[in-house]
């Protein structure tokens, strides 16, 4: 059974910076791509960042670029996000998920099939 566990969470006030954590657990289990989803209260889920391992990809939604940096280790199943300059629209749940498939489209958290508990991001104005 695989695990994700995020970290790192918490209330920040606008222009600060946060670092989120991932880590992937399971007997055999190797991720081909790991990606950040969010969901703010009476919102869809919506993508944020996704790293593909074998091309060294990284993806956003436009609303982060340059604010938002995903990395990680693949032989440690692990993604970070790190968060800077923080707006209070940026407040929600945020999720992480891991695919073992290759061709896994990086925005369509349906192609996930794993998916950690979430961490609570907020920003006061």
């Known amino acids: 059974q695989v695990q994700l566990v995020e970290s790192g969470g918490g209330l920040v006030q606008a222009g600060d910076s946060l670092r989120l954590s991932c880590v992937a657990s399971g007997r055999t289990f190797s991720s081909a791509i790991m990606g950040w989803f969010r969901q703010a209260p009476g919102k869809e889920r919506e993508f944020v960042a996704a790293i593909r391992w074998q091309e060294s990809s990284t993806y956003y939604l436009d609303s982060v670029k340059g604010r938002f940096t995903i990395s990680g280790d693949n032989a440690k199943n692990t993604v970070y996000l790190q968060l800077n300059s923080l707006k209070p629209e940026d407040t929600a749940v945020y999720y992480c998920?891991?695919?073992?498939?290759?061709?896994?489209?990086?925005?369509?958290?349906?192609?996930?099939?794993?998916w950690g508990l979430g961490t609570q991001v907020t920003v006061s104005s």
């Open positions: 998920a891991a695919s073992s498939r290759p061709g896994t489209r990086y925005n369509n958290f349906y192609e996930y099939k794993h």
